[in-house]
């Protein structure tokens, strides 16, 4: 081993071992080097690379049927699948009258307010944010109409409430 390697070779063992074990280890690794370059590996026969190849080769032709055998397989029950869904709903259609949409999201939404014309008088949440934006628009045209007495503190207090409520929007329901 070259002088620069052997020394970066000590320095990394003495970061995991004690110097004279890092110098020791660092000694077998350049003999078993030397070993390793007087005793070069045998090359492989023509024959038998040769047969490696025919091997691979059919291993691949193989593997490339079962793919292409596979992707076939998929695509074709994937095309039944969706035939046999759109049968299912045509026939589940048909059974049942009435509008397509109410079929479908009938089940989602409550019969009362499915029913009303006054969605946000039906649910509680709604109609406390309603009644709250209703309150927080007023006082805004008060303050653009000039009719509130301190126009500052109140508009800060309604910026802080409109906060408030787009926060705890979220959190209810």
């Known amino acids: 081993m070259k002088d620069r390697q052997g020394e970066n070779l000590r ?6 071992v004690e110097a004279e074990r890092a110098r020791e280890m660092a000694e077998d690794i350049e003999r078993g080097e030397q070993i390793l370059g007087r005793h070069p590996a045998p090359e492989p026969s023509l ?3 040769l047969g ?3 091997q691979m080769g059919a291993r691949l032709a193989y593997q490339r049927k079962r793919h292409h055998f596979r992707q076939i397989a998929l695509k074709i029950a994937t095309a039944a699948a969706v035939i046999i869904f759109v049968g299912i709903g045509i026939r589940s259609l048909d059974r049942q009258p009435g509008n397509v949409v109410e079929h479908f999201t009938a089940g989602f939404i409550p019969t009362a307010i499915w029913e009303s014309d006054n969605i946000a008088a039906d649910d509680l949440h709604l109609a406390s944010f309603a009644a709250e934006i209703e309150r927080i628009e007023n006082e805004v045209k008060a303050l653009l109409l000039g009719e509130s007495s301190n126009g500052e ?3 800060d207090e309604l910026e802080t409430e409109l906060r408030e409520i787009e926060g705890s929007f979220w959190e209810k329901g």
């Open 11 to 16: 320095e990394l063992l003495g970061r995991f």
């Open 47 to 49: 024959d038998v690379l």
């Open 52 to 54: 490696i190849k025919a």
């Open 153 to 155: 503190s109140t508009l």
